[in-house]
């Protein structure tokens, strides 16, 4: 068991006060990001964790989904913003994630092997929106910048009698491979380069190994699964966004 | 007459009024200004004007990469909105200036355009490489390893592949030397002449509308200025502009 009182913050404190003073003296620069993000991440995790202690004491179904769909929102939002020059960007972000999300939640939920509790629900909400958001954004992000690169490309398969969707099969899959490459290259490093931060965190917290590792496989399926339908999701609503109803590139 | 007997109209393709206007920075910004005109079936057509007149414009609007703001476009009679618009491209066949051919072997750029159940046989390949002057073991060659001319006459071949009723060809000797130059030139002649192709060429060189002595249409601005037989029309301009754009006064 890892103790948490003052005095142990106050000296993982001055641990960061150690990497202050090495900035300086070794003239890295990065003192002034270090003592902001210090407080910044502080402020934010402490925030959070009051916030989690209050939802934890919620059991009401209601107040769970009521927070995953702001999660869904903020993370939709997010996504949006990094995918500018998409139509109705905002719109196509948040049905993939929210079909990625509750397809995986609710297939957890539907089985029993997560309970309708905080505990569960809202740390397993974060991890598949937050992956979700990001596959999102990346699917919207590599098909607009492949389709606008490949403009000549895409109007030579229309111009042979192609219809919008084979015109961009390639890009299509490409963009979708793009968003789910994180999670497939973490398939490939996990328990040799790397140990996942859940489980990690688990056995700190005095889980037994075994478990921590049968947990983290779990989640990993899940979430992994939540990126593949919100990648697919995306990516289909994005290339319809990109052609007019008479096969015409309008981007 | 057709083999039922029932005359066949000689106008192929006609348009009526034809303008496109496209969003510009503050206000928006008409690209073909009420442009009609009448293409007869099996002759050669070569759109002149200088640099920004439209001449790309309209033939987008022909097979429908663009839509057209105002007025119609009749293929056969039909507004071509009637036609299943990935059928209408396979029979109005546009080449594009800087021709693209999709990774493989030039073989497979010729098939491209065909449901597999209608793939080209070997014979047939060679004979559509013959068509546009072309060796047929070139079938094989990765289509990156070409030379320019090479790939020009390739995208060539393969939009005739499709066996299309009109040919839109944009600026195709832009990017080759005269002498390559002159032998498209003579090819696409040839192609008009063996297959009673009706073909539409866009150059911004009057010489070679000239050369290919067929029926030019003058744009200027966007706006059909003159047309007629190209020897009569660049030989003695009836229109002020004309006579500048031969001169060379308009670029
Ligand atoms: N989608 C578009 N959006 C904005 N402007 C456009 C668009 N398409 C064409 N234009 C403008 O329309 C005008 C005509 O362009 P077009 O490419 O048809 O000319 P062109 O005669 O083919 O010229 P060039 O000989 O240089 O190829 C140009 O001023 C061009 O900038
Ligand atoms: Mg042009």
Redesign the interface.
């Known amino acids: 068991m890892i103790e948490t009182g003052f005095v142990e913050v106050a000296i993982a404190v001055s641990l960061m006060v150690l990497a202050v003073i090495l900035s300086r003296w070794q003239r890295v620069g990065t003192e002034k990001e270090l003592i902001i993000g210090t407080i910044r991440s502080f402020v934010q995790l402490v925030a959070v964790g009051y916030a989690l202690e209050f939802i934890f004491d919620l059991e009401n179904i209601f107040a769970l989904l009521g927070t995953l769909m702001i999660m869904i929102l903020i993370g939709s939002h997010t996504a949006s913003r990094r995918a500018p020059g998409i139509p109705r960007v905002r719109m196509i972000s948040f049905l993939a994630i929210t079909a990625g999300s509750t397809v995986t939640l609710g297939l957890m939920l539907a089985t029993g092997i997560i309970q309708a509790k905080a505990q569960y629900f809202i740390p397993l909400g974060g991890m598949t929106v937050g992956n979700s958001m990001n596959c999102s954004a990346l699917v919207m992000e590599r098909l607009h910048s492949e389709v606008t690169g490949n403009r000549?490309?895409v109007?030579?398969?229309?111009?042979?009698?192609?219809?919008w969707r084979q015109a961009v099969d390639t890009f299509f899959r490409k963009a979708v491979k793009a968003g789910m490459m994180s999670m497939l290259n973490f398939f490939k490093v996990v328990g040799i380069v790397t140990l996942p931060g859940a489980m990690t965190g688990m056995i700190l917290a005095g889980a037994p190994p075994l478990k921590a590792v049968f947990i983290q496989i779990i989640v990993g399926y899940m979430i992994t699964a939540a990126v593949t339908v919100t990648g697919i999701v995306t990516a289909h609503l994005t290339v319809r966004q990109m052609f007019?109803s008479?096969?015409?590139?309008k981007i | 007459m057709n083999k039922n007997g029932a005359k066949i109209s000689d106008i192929i393709l006609r348009t009526e009024n034809l303008g496109r206007t496209v969003p510009a920075e503050s206000s928006s910004r008409v690209v073909i200004d009420s442009i009609s005109f009448e293409f007869h079936r099996g002759k050669i057509y070569t759109v002149v004007g200088p640099s920004g007149s439209g001449k790309t414009s309209l033939l987008r609007l022909f097979n429908r990469l663009d839509e057209k703001s105002r007025g119609e476009v009749y293929y056969e009679n039909r507004r071509i909105a009637e036609y299943a618009v990935t059928d209408l491209r396979r029979k109005i066949a546009l080449a594009f200036q800087i021709p693209y051919l999709f990774p493989g072997t030039v073989a497979s750029n010729l098939s491209y355009c065909c449901p597999d159940q209608t793939v080209p046989d070997d014979s047939s390949l060679a004979r559509y490489l013959k068509l546009v002057g072309l060796e047929e073991e070139l079938a094989g060659r990765d289509s990156e390893k070409l030379s320019v001319g090479q790939k020009q006459r390739v995208a060539l071949a393969r939009a005739l592949v499709q066996e299309p009723d009109i040919l839109l060809l944009d600026e195709p000797t832009s990017a080759l030397d005269p002498g390559a130059s002159r032998t498209i030139e003579e090819l696409i002649t040839n192609l008009n002449n063996e297959l009673q192709l009706t073909i539409i060429m866009v150059t911004h060189n009057f010489r070679q509308a000239l050369r290919l002595n067929g029926v030019s249409l003058v744009l200027v601005d966007g706006k059909l200025i003159e047309s007629g037989d190209s020897k009569a029309l660049f030989t003695n301009p009836e229109n002020d502009l004309t006579r500048r754009f031969v001169k060379g006064e308009l670029r």
């Open positions: 000549l490309a109007e030579t398969a229309l111009s042979l009698g192609k219809n007019t008479a096969d015409q590139l």
